[in-house]
Nanobody, 124 residues
């Protein structure tokens, strides 16, 4: 079964940076996509970014374009989310998710496997 482990969350001041990692294991698919989602208290889970393993195509939510960068190391089955110029409104639990299709997708319902989440807190 696919397992996802996030790391890299923490507390940072506004304007700072964090890099999240998502290590995936337990799958045999050659083509897949991994997405990052976030959920703040009282809000719905929001798609932040996604990357395809086949062609490297990416998706970014408008709220993070120009500040966040997704990348992957296919040899390590790890996806990274570099978050720069962080804002207090970026505060949330960040989850990575896996879908066995190499097409980027932004909706939570399009993913089959989820990590446990990592907390990101941005102070003003």
């Amino acid at each position: 079964e696919v397992q996802l482990v996030e790391s890299g969350g923490g507390l940072v001041q506004a304007g700072g940076s964090l890099r999240l990692s998502c290590a995936a294991s337990g799958f045999t698919f050659d083509d897949y996509a991994i997405g990052w989602f976030r959920q703040a208290p009282g809000k719905e889970r929001e798609g932040v970014s996604c990357i395809s393993s086949s062609d490297g195509s990416t998706y970014y939510a408008d709220s993070v374009k120009g500040r966040f960068t997704i990348s992957s190391d296919n040899a390590k089955n790890t996806v990274y989310l570099q978050m720069n110029s962080l804002k207090p409104e970026d505060t949330a639990v960040y989850y990575c998710a896996f879908r066995p299709w190499a097409v980027v997708a932004a909706k939570a319902g399009e993913y089959d496997y989820w990590g446990q989440g990592t907390q990101v807190t941005v102070s003003s």
